[in-house]
T-cell receptor
């Protein structure tokens, strides 16, 4: 599925670097999400944006900084990350926040992040 | 509040035999329910969805699921497993606007030759 595109697919960075993850959706959806997926752990919701406004920050450390300039684009800015932040970061979008229109989320293929 | 339980963390079947992945949910509202599949290093792909229409839902790749309100279940089945079905499967519930999708912990399906 190509409705949600994430770049880069792989990222290796040192703990002192600053990088950004990008997500783009061409589905006309109003809500966008960042999730963290670590090995042997449940999927963790990080942030939710609805009509470009942040509606959820799930106690995420400040070294992760989201940005949603419009309904089609979502960024995750990273700085001074820790080794435990190594994970697959997934972006998703849905027609409405929480699926009120009974429509599902659509996911990108994720960015595999490795912190050295 | 909503919650999702996937009763098996790992299911192993032989190729050509039936698949059953179990999901139970809890919701204060009439839920929408979804099954997703995730292959290694890929995103989650929607297999099927239940949204208060027919209780037996057919999805892609030969999968189907049956919504049973009395049992609060939405089990995923497939008559004959294929090697390409080996993946992680997630059951998800969504109930109303402003509440986030709730994911189950996932079931890893292994298919043996």
């Amino acid at each position: 599925e190509t409705g949600v595109t994430q770049t880069p697919r792989h990222l290796v960075m040192g703990m002192t670097n600053k990088k950004s993850l990008k997500c783009e959706q061409h589905l006309g959806h109003n809500a966008m999400y960042w999730y963290k997926q670590s090995a042997k752990k449940p999927l963790e919701l990080m942030f939710v944006y609805n009509f470009k406004e942040q509606t959820e920050n799930n106690s995420v450390p400040s070294r992760f900084s989201p940005e949603c300039p419009n309904s089609s684009h979502l960024f995750l800015h990273l700085h001074t990350l820790q080794p435990e932040d190594s994970a697959l970061y997934l972006c998703a979008s849905s027609q409405d926040w929480g699926g009120a229109s009974n429509q599902p989320q659509h996911f990108g293929d994720g960015t595999r992040l490795s912190i050295l | 509040a909503q919650s999702v339980t996937q009763l098996d963390s790992h299911v192993s079947v032989s190729e050509g035999t039936p698949v059953l992945l179990r999901c139970n949910y809890s919701s204060s509202y009439s839920p929408s329910l979804f099954w997703y599949v995730q292959h290694p290093n890929k995103g989650l792909q929607l297999l099927l969805k239940y949204t208060s229409a027919a209780t037996l839902v057919k999805g892609i790749n030969g999968f189907e699921a049956e919504f049973k309100k009395s049992e609060t279940s939405f089990h995923l089945t497939k008559p004959s497993a294929h090697m390409s079905d080996a993946a992680e499967y997630f059951c998800v519930v969504s109930a109303r606007y402003g509440q986030n999708f709730v994911f189950g912990p996932g079931t890893r399906l292994s298919v043996l030759p």
